[in-house]
């Protein structure tokens, strides 16, 4: 009886640890917004949708590619981003994205910000890459040489 009573505990274990990673699994936007974000269908539903065309230098050769998905600077709206106080106390942010696999890159707000940079940079979850989807979205920074930025898998977004 006490064997199958651990059984049962192990597969309980096992169910309910496979459920929480894939609630793990959905990439999420956290730091200092007021509204931290999980990017979940129901989410991106709120979203105005923008498709972007990249074109960028790879180890492969030279990529290009077409990709739908939400604008970086419509998700920030969204969560609505805390300043601190200060002139152009926006400007000091920092985005710090990172994949699934830890790998990360930083962009300045600066960069994204309709006042400054006015980057189109894409959080895209259709495109030419039949990888890419809502369970794994693709960071996209158009107008980039190389695909250094070109972030597979996004898990966190965190505004610095």
Partial sequence: MRFLKAISLGIFIVL????????????????????????????????????IEVSYAAASGVVRGSYTGVLLWDVLKKAQLIDAAGVNARLRHTLL??????????????????AYGNRKVLLAYQG????????????LVPGDIHSGRAVRDVAVIEVK
Avoid at 26 to 44: I, M, Y
Wanted: no cysteine; net charge negative; hydrophobic share 40%.
């Fill in 97 to 114: 994205v990172t994949s699934r696999d830890g790998y990360s890159v930083a962009l300045a707000l600066g960069e994204i910000d309709p």
């Fill in 16 to 51: 309910v640890s496979a459920a929480g990673a894939s609630a793990a699994e959905t990439a999420r936007l956290e730091g200092e917004v007021r509204r931290p974000l999980v990017f979940d269908q129901a989410t991106l539903d709120t979203l105005p949708v923008t498709t």
């Fill in 128 to 139: 030419s890459d039949s990888l890419t989807s809502v369970e794994h979205m693709r960071l």
